[in-house]
Every structure is written in structure tokens, then in C-alpha cells.
């Protein structure tokens, strides 16, 4: 059974970083594409990153292309989220997963990530 475990959410002001991490088991984490999800109050759950399970092909949304790098270390089937020149925008719930996956695996607890202008 897969399980997905996040944590580094708190809150910032704007133009703040936050570094998020997803620890994964059950899974062959090191053959498995990445994703960083986050849902903000009233929204659906949006894709905001990939990556492959080699760390090479790696994907953003428009929305956080340039502010947010998102990582994986293997040895520890982990994967990050490095969030900088955050906005308030950004407030929303960050979850992982594995997109490649059917079905999707359930989602974790997820981490709120709060913004402050």
C-alpha cells in the first residue's frame, strides 16, 4: 500500500521560501514520475510539478515556473519542493503523488502553506 507523507508547510510572508518534502513507501520510488499538487480554499487540486523517476525530465506550471524547484533523492524515496519569492497566491494545501500511477495512489494529509501579504 502506497503511503505519502508530506511536511515543511507553515506560514510566510510574501517573497518568503519554504522547502516541502514528500516520503514515500510502497512503492518502487525510484522508477516512479513525482508530482507536487496543492489546493487552495474553493479550487480544485492542481498539478503544479513534475518529475521523472530519474530526476532528469522535470515539468512546472506557468503559475510557479521560475519560483519553484522540485527535487527527489532516491536513497531516501523522498521527494522536495523548494518554494521561493512566494505570493499569496501560493496559500494552499501541498499534497504529493505519483501522476503516472492508475490508479492514483491516496493522497496524503497534505501540508498548508499560508502566505502572508
Known amino acids: 500500500q502506497v503511503q505519502l507523507v508530506e511536511s515543511g508547510g507553515g506560514l510566510v510572508q510574501a517573497g518568503g521560501s519554504l522547502r516541502l518534502s514528500c516520503a514515500a513507501s510502497g512503492l518502487s520510488f525510484s522508477i516512479t514520475a513525482m508530482g507536487w499538487y496543492r489546493q487552495a480554499p474553493g479550487k480544485q487540486r492542481e498539478l503544479v510539478a513534475t518529475?521523472?523517476?530519474?530526476?532528469?525530465?522535470?515539468n512546472y506550471a506557468d503559475s510557479v515556473k521560475g519560483r519553484f524547484i522540485i527535487s527527489r533523492d532516491n536513497a531516501k524515496n523522498t521527494v522536495y519542493l523548494q518554494m521561493n519569492s512566494l505570493k499569496p497566491e501560493d496559500t494552499a494545501v501541498y499534497y504529493c503523488?505519483?501522476?503516472?500511477?492508475?490508479?492514483?495512489?491516496?493522497w496524503g494529509q497534505g501540508t498548508q502553506v499560508t502566505v502572508s501579504s
Open positions: 503523488n505519483a501522476p503516472s500511477r492508475r490508479p492514483l495512489p491516496a
Open positions: 518529475i521523472s523517476g530519474g530526476g532528469i525530465i522535470i
